[in-house]
Structures are given as structure tokens and as C-alpha cells.
């Protein structure tokens, strides 16, 4: 595998960089072809440290990361990886059991596939993330005003979100949760319409998803869901900003 620093610059090639973190050497194989068939530049690294070190030096757009490494497991490269970077990350596991699913994303992750998954079903995942980022606005396209909710401030453009005069550390996903609920504060999303909101219409899997992350939003905002300050559970439908009744 070639050191970080002799990899071209994404911004020539047009290549999104993936880097693809799995010891199942056929796995990676298959993978890896079927993302550079869609125009992917990938990279491969078979254990945990291994795999810190090419996200720290070739900066990838997204990482397709394995949770039961050897040594170093995903949930800590996951962790690791956080403490530097906001790329998109996917998360592998070979084990069903929804805690797996839960620590993964708990640490940052954006999604996840359990094993044996399609490499089609995949691409398309990385391909709609990738998809997520706003596009610069124009000159004419005025910028979109600071979102607030009592204590709680959401600066959309600057991607800022504030509790009080503390700055609030959200992943990518999460944010993106947290700014297409505020969007529409009167408005009951249910999983679907935030799914589409936020990973887009092409995505295909659990809607619990949704779950997850608006969970973890709430942790970071000291949000109780019995008692909720700025998200609301919604029965039977999903969830809206807002205090409870």
C-alpha cells in the first residue's frame, strides 16, 4: 500500500477519496472493486492502527469501517478518528445483536451494514452521503437566519450549534438531524421524512436509525425525553422541535 503522502490530491483527480478497514482480505477485495468502478479512489487497511493512521494522512471523504478488528476494534479506530476528522463513516459488523449497532454509532459512526450485506446496496450508502454536503450558496441566496429555541442556538450556514454560550459538538449526521428538524419546528417528521431529509431518498435500510441519532443529540444537549426542551417525541408519528405538552 503506498504511504499517504504519495496519493494524488482529491482535488485533481475528482476522485472522493473511501478507505475501506477490514482483515477480510476477499471482502476488501470485492468492495474496494465495486467502489472503483463507481469513480472511488480507495484505500485499504486491514487492522485499527493501521487504519488511524491513513484516515489521519490520506484524509478520506468517508470510511467503510469494520467493528470487530483485530487489536485496535472499530469502536476505538471510530473514537480515534473523531478526535481529528468529521468524514463519513460506515460501520461493518458480522454481529446482529442491536447493542453492536448502538455502541457503533454512539461514538460517531454515520451508519451501518451488518454482514453479509451487497456491495451495490454499499456504494449506494457512500454515494448518498456523499451527496449530503450543501452546496455553496450564491450571491443572491441569502443566508439562512440562526434557529433558536429558548438556551439553544442553530447557525445552519456556519454548521454552530450552541447551548448558551457553550459550543455543542455534533457529528455531521447529527447535526444534519437536529438542523432539518428545526427547519420546520411546528412540523411532526416521521422516520421516512427525516431519512429523505437527511441521508436521502435513495437510502435503503432500518429507520431506527433515525432513533439513534436523535438520541444521541438529545444526550448532548442535556435534552430529557420525559420532559424534552427542544425535541419532542411524537407518538405514532416521530418527532418535531419543541417542548412536551
Do not use: N
Not at 49 to 62: K, L, Q
Request: hydrophobic share 40%.
Amino acid at each position: 500500500m503506498r504511504p499517504p503522502e504519495q496519493a494524488p490530491d482529491p482535488a485533481v483527480t475528482g476522485r472522493p477519496r473511501v478507505l475501506v478497514v477490514d482483515d477480510e482480505e476477499p471482502l476488501v477485495r470485492l468492495v474496494s472493486a465495486y467502489l472503483e468502478r463507481d469513480g472511488f479512489e480507495v484505500r485499504t487497511a486491514s487492522d485499527g492502527r493501521e487504519a488511524i493512521d491513513a484516515a489521519r494522512g490520506w484524509d478520506p471523504a468517508v470510511i467503510v469501517l469494520d467493528l470487530g478488528l483485530p487489536g485496535t476494534d472499530g469502536i476505538e479506530v471510530c473514537r480515534a478518528v473523531r478526535t481529528f476528522s468529521d468524514c463519513y463513516i460506515v460501520m461493518l459488523t458480522a454481529r446482529v445483536e442491536e447493542l453492536d449497532k448502538l455502541v457503533g454509532l454512539s461514538v460517531g459512526a454515520d451508519d451501518y451494514l451488518t454482514k453479509p450485506f451487497s456491495p451495490r446496496e454499499l456504494v449506494a450508502r457512500v454515494r448518498a452521503m456523499l451527496r449530503r454536503p450543501r452546496a455553496p450558496r450564491t450571491q443572491e441566496e441569502p443566508e439562512p437566519p440562526v434557529a433558536a429555541f429558548g438556551s439553544l442556538s442553530i447557525d445552519v450556514a456556519g454548521r454552530e450549534v450552541r447551548l448558551g454560550a457553550d459550543l455543542v459538538e455534533l457529528t455531521r449526521t447529527e447535526f444534519d438531524v437536529l438542523a432539518a428538524l428545526a427547519a420546520r419546528p411546528r412540523m411532526a417528521f416521521t422516520r421516512g421524512q427525516l431519512i429523505e431529509a437527511v441521508w436521502g431518498p435513495a437510502w435503503v435500510g432500518d429507520e431506527h436509525l433515525v432513533d439513534v441519532h436523535v438520541g444521541h443529540v438529545r444526550r448532548k444537549l442535556g435534552d430529557d425525553p420525559a420532559l424534552p426542551r427542544f425535541i419532542r417525541t411524537v407518538r405514532g408519528v416521530g418527532y418535531r422541535m419543541g417542548p412536551g405538552a
